[in-house]
């Protein structure tokens, strides 16, 4: 598992960044395929937000931000987890 550290100031920076990362780590062309998103809760607030690449041959490759460690985990279609990236400052998660 690979893991590295990137600054990422808020929301919009976070979702470019998971895009291409998981379009990266696959090989896939930026831009091609949907990422969808859902906010995790924890008693009511948030704590993360789950990304998913919907690929090709229904492939689906998700990455986590977890606001506790502000970091994020990337998984491959098995969902082993392949990469960790930790944010040194917190994301604006205002738009």
């Not at 090989?27 to 008693?43: A, N, S, Y």
């Not at 229904?58 to 930790?86: H, M, P």
Request: charged share 20%; hydrophobic share 40%.
């Amino acid at each position: 598992m690979r893991q590295n550290s990137v600054e990422i100031q808020n929301l919009v920076e976070l979702r470019q960044f998971v895009s291409r990362t998981l379009c990266q780590i696959n090989d896939f062309e930026e831009g091609i395929f949907q990422v969808t998103e859902r906010v995790l809760l924890k008693c009511g607030e948030c704590c993360g937000i789950l990304f998913c690449l919907h690929g090709p041959r229904s492939v689906r490759l998700t990455a986590v931000w977890e606001t506790i460690t502000n970091s994020i985990n990337f998984y491959d279609s098995t969902g082993e987890k392949i990469q960790k990236t930790i944010l040194p400052l917190p994301v604006a998660v205002k738009e």
